[in-house]
């Protein structure tokens, strides 16, 4: 199994530019979590996917940030327009059927995103 | 509802000596908790788990985790830290409707050779 694949691994930008990570979830798994991670606020929750679906988007700070699911190997998370205060590692991690069993969370290896 | 606390962003021990992280949480329901750890430049990886069917739980590379319900905690704990254990650990919750599951702060664990 390849695991958890995520693109790219390290992206620049500028402030004002869109910026799109992309996470590949393992095979068979139907939940999947975006989750932001910084030295000041640790490991933040910002969306949650079941079957596709947006079950919890309440970590998502703001309307700059959207995520999208359109089928159940691919998922993407977009900034637009980016901030300085955007700089962070991007993690994807996925589950199978975690709306009803709790099983433990596969992460990718993360994208580290500065923008500057 | 519920949250983590990690005591201790920074934890050194000596090669061989015992190695404690400590977590305490909060949850309204029995919860389900977890430690993660994360090597540098890598993605979080289970260490255990706990699901209420027995309070010590055993997990890779020699860790454990204890339950006490009357503390609401959830310690970490290796009798013998090996240099290969330097990482950041996380200690995490989740419960039910949704299972949606939220991380302490972490604890990075340093080992002196």
């Known amino acids: 199994d390849a695991g958890v694949i995520q693109s790219p691994r390290h992206e620049v930008t500028e402030m004002g530019q869109e910026v799109t990570l992309r996470c590949k979830p393992i095979s068979g798994h139907n939940s999947l979590f975006w989750y932001r991670q910084t030295m000041m606020r640790g490991l933040e929750l910002l969306i949650y996917?079941?079957?596709?679906?947006?079950?919890?988007d309440s970590g998502m700070p703001e309307d700059r940030f959207s995520a999208k699911m359109p089928n159940a190997s691919f998922s993407t998370l977009k900034i637009q327009p980016s901030e300085p205060r955007d700089s962070a590692v991007y993690f994807c991690?996925?589950?199978?059927?975690?709306?009803?069993?709790?099983?433990?969370?596969?992460f990718g290896s993360g994208t580290q995103l500065s923008v500057l | 509802a519920q949250s983590v606390t990690q005591l201790g962003s920074h934890v050194s021990v000596s090669e061989g000596a015992l190695v404690l992280l400590r977590c305490n949480y909060s949850s309204s329901v029995p919860p389900y908790l977890f430690w993660y750890v994360q090597y540098p430049n890598q993605g979080l990886q289970l260490l255990l788990k706990?699901?209420?069917?027995?309070?010590l739980v055993k997990g890779i590379n020699g860790f454990e985790a204890e339950f006490k319900k009357s503390e609401t905690s959830f310690h970490l704990t290796k009798p013998s830290a090996h240099m290969s254990d330097a990482a950041e650990y996380f200690c995490?919750?989740?419960?039910?409707?949704?299972?949606?599951?939220?991380f302490g702060a972490g604890t990075r664990l340093f080992v002196k050779a």
């Open positions: 996917f079941n079957n596709n679906v947006p079950i919890d």
């Open positions: 995490a919750v989740s419960e039910g409707g949704g299972f949606k599951t939220i």
């Open positions: 706990y699901t209420s069917a027995a309070t």
């Open positions: 991690a996925s589950s199978w059927d975690h709306l009803t069993t709790n099983e433990k969370l596969f």
